[in-house]
């Protein structure tokens, strides 16, 4: 059996205008990418101005 672990990452945001906080989630990353970024970190976030919940993390920088 394959006990291959996967990591993801979570980001949090308020919207200034609602004040609501929407939370976004990367999709599996197969290499533990906490030594890549340091705690309270910004992350590039693309989000649909009309439907927030459709969003893409830009994860990128963990390629080496």
Same mark, same amino acid.
């Given at each position: 059996?394959?006990? !291959? ?8 945001? /308020? ?13 599996? /990353? ?5 030594? %890549? /970024? ?7 976030? %693309? /989000? ?5 919940? !459709? ?6 920088? %963990?390629?080496?």
């Amino acid at each position: 059996m394959n006990k !291959r672990r996967y990591y993801s990452l979570h980001c949090e945001w /308020i919207d200034p205008y609602t004040n609501t906080m929407h939370t976004f989630k990367s999709g599996y /990353i197969s290499e533990n990418p906490s030594d %890549l /970024i340091a705690p309270g970190a910004t992350l590039r976030v %693309l /989000i649909d101005p009309n439907n927030p919940k !459709r969003y893409w993390m830009d994860t990128a920088f %963990l390629e080496g």
